[in-house]
C-alpha cells in the first residue's frame, strides 16, 4: 500500500504499518460499529413509531393537556423536516457502520480490497437486516 508523504512523495508500507496509520484500533473499530449499528434500530424505530401513532388519538391527548403529545403532534405537522432529520441520521449511522466494517476487514483480509468488500458487506448488511426485521416488531 502507498502512503502519501507531507514532502510530496509516497513510500510502500507494509498491511501492519498502514492499519496504525490509520489511527483506530481493532476494538474500537467494533465498538463503534456497534454503537452505529444500535442507533440505525434506533432510529428506525422512532420513525416507525411516530408514523403508526393515530393523528386522532394525538389529538385528543393534546386536548387533554399531554405535553408529549404536543411534541409529537409538533413532529407529524413538520413532516419534512422529520423525515429530512431521519433520513441524515440513518445515513450518518449506515456510512459510520460501513466505515468501520471496513477498517475491520482491511485487518482480516488486507489491502484495498479488504476495505472495499467490508464496506460493501456492512451497507448491504445493514439494509437487508433493516429491511427483513422492521417488518416483524
Do not use: C
Request: hydrophobic share 55%.
Amino acid at each position: 500500500m502507498y502512503i502519501h508523504l507531507p514532502s510530496g512523495g509516497a513510500r510502500l508500507v507494509s498491511q501492519g504499518e498502514a492499519i496504525e496509520i490509520s489511527g483506530i484500533s481493532q476494538e474500537l473499530a467494533v465498538v463503534i460499529l456497534v454503537v452505529s449499528v444500535l442507533a440505525y434500530a434506533l432510529v428506525n424505530s422512532i420513525e416507525i413509531a411516530i408514523v403508526a401513532l393515530s393523528r386522532i388519538r394525538v389529538r385528543h391527548l393534546v386536548e387533554q393537556g399531554s405535553a408529549a403529545a404536543r411534541a409529537i403532534q409538533r413532529l407529524q405537522s413538520n413532516q419534512e423536516k422529520f423525515f429530512a432529520f431521519i433520513v441524515l441520521l440513518q445515513n450518518l449511522s449506515v456510512v459510520t457502520a460501513s466505515a468501520m466494517g471496513g477498517i475491520i476487514a482491511v485487518d482480516a483480509v488486507g489491502g484495498v480490497g479488504g476495505f472495499i468488500l467490508g464496506t460493501v458487506v456492512m451497507a448491504f448488511g445493514i439494509a437487508l437486516w433493516a429491511a427483513s426485521s422492521w417488518g416483524r416488531w
